[in-house]
């Protein structure tokens, strides 16, 4: 495995937690003095700023990698590098035998620099620049989603050796979105016959059943008498049907095992030989990573109540830009520079820096009265976005041994282990 410098990893012993490396690391941070508030918006002095930074727990991306083997062994993951592209994750994934979804070019050269397989990565999106498919031809990238007649044209001309998965829309994506999303069934045998004739290789088919959809389990028992129907249809004009992806980059496991996976075994039995494809991404790094950022300004709010508004280092425009998406942020639990044992709690509101109305991360919590300085500590921050604020690795000694009796090597982090 290909290891990648830049990080290291801290290994807890002696009962150390990650609470106690968030905690270490918020009493160090970096001080940058940022003057003043305006007069005019009621805020108190924002006397000292500290960058906002994130803990990883290695260990809980092992574990979670477990739980999936153990409740769904047949679904083989691919993570979507759109959700975390923290470079020890990657490395771990790569380790454990992950694919990769990949929408970008950008993002096919991380997952190949990380060790990925070019034959553990897919190339999706909707409608893919003629560049990134011939960087996709280029490294050897050949598992390619495709759900059009145009998609299927620019494929054929410029790498004629792509394996294709048909996106396939379903029931339940077109009543959540006015977008048109995928393949149609009977579009479908178009595209194969299209496909047929440019001798271009169709292998199979892909689908996303959204997780606001009210009836998964309908809704999946819909998709995948679909892509039966596709599979059949495929494999009458000649093609080798062996792969399906079933999507769902936010699943639950436990609905994945006790609704879809009795579906699947109707409907493509693993006799068949059928390779079944899931996107687990919240699943595997969501609670694995904690956020901690600062309170650089306080605001009463005006009322008889005692309330309180505070202003965080960091907000939507950042890494809770999930907010955005209709996300909910849970409250966070508070690290205070100032300790006065049992405090009482007010109804509290948490903003980020921008004073924009839309850069509302928390809409009410009850927290101690807090001062400017102090950290909040967001649990759950895995799914951060695309550039989240820096990241410190840590895993305890007990993960660390276990890691490696798994073959999870991080060769050059390795090098600069710190005990705590």
């Not at 991306?61 to 923290?86: D, E, G, I, T």
């Not at 809704?219 to 093609?239: K, S």
């Not at 101690?368 to 410190?392: I, Q």
Request: proline share 5%; net charge negative.
């Amino acid at each position: 495995m290909k290891g990648v410098a830049g990080y290291s990893v801290e290994v807890l012993e002696g009962g150390a937690t990650l609470r106690d490396v968030l905690e270490e690391r918020a009493l160090v941070g970096t001080r940058t003095f940022t003057g003043h508030a305006g007069p005019d918006n009621n805020m108190s002095a924002l006397q000292v700023e500290k960058s906002a930074f994130m803990v990883a727990d290695l260990g809980a991306v092992m574990r979670q990698h477990a739980r999936w083997q153990s409740a769904v062994p047949r679904l083989q993951p691919y993570f979507p590098l759109k959700c975390n592209r923290s470079p020890a994750v990657l490395e771990v994934l790569v380790s454990l035998g992950l694919g990769f979804v990949c929408a970008s070019k950008a993002e096919v050269k991380l997952a190949l620099e990380h060790g990925a397989s070019p034959d553990h990565i897919m190339l999706a999106g909707v409608c893919k620049q003629l560049a990134l498919i011939k960087s996709a031809a280029r490294n050897h990238v050949q598992l390619l989603v495709c759900e059009n007649q145009a998609e299927l044209s620019k494929i054929s001309r410029v790498h004629p050796h792509a394996k294709l998965l048909l996106q396939l829309t379903t029931d339940a994506h077109a009543a959540e979105t006015s977008v048109a999303f995928g393949a149609s069934l009977k579009s479908c045998r178009h595209l194969l016959e299209a496909a047929k004739e440019l001798g271009v290789q169709v292998v199979g088919v892909a689908f996303h059943v959204p997780t606001t959809c009210q009836d998964q389990q309908e809704a999946y028992r819909h998709a995948l008498l679909d892509a039966r129907c596709v599979f059949d249809m495929g494999e009458e004009l000649g093609f080798h049907m062996n792969i399906l992806d079933i999507g769902g980059a936010d699943f639950q496991l436990q609905q994945v095992e006790s609704d879809v996976s009795p579906l699947l075994d109707a409907y493509f039995p693993a006799q068949s030989g059928v390779h079944v494809l899931a996107q687990p991404a919240s699943f595997y790094v969501a609670s694995a990573f904690s956020l901690a950022v600062n309170v650089i300004a306080k605001e009463a709010a005006p009322g008889e109540q005692k309330e309180f508004l505070y202003h965080m280092s960091e907000g939507v425009y950042g890494p809770f830009a999930v907010k955005l998406l209709g996300n909910a942020i849970s409250a966070p639990s508070v690290h205070k520079h100032k300790l006065c044992g049992e405090e009482a709690l007010f109804p509290s509101s948490l903003w980020g820096p921008s004073l924009d109305q839309l850069d509302q991360v928390v809409e009410h919590c009850l927290l101690p009265e807090l001062s400017v300085s102090d950290w909040l500590l967001f649990p759950d921050m895995g799914t951060c976005g695309l550039a989240p604020p820096h990241v410190y690795y840590a895993v305890t000694a007990a993960d660390w041994y276990h890691m490696q009796e798994a073959g999870v090597l991080l060769e050059r982090a390795t090098e600069t282990l710190t005990v705590v």
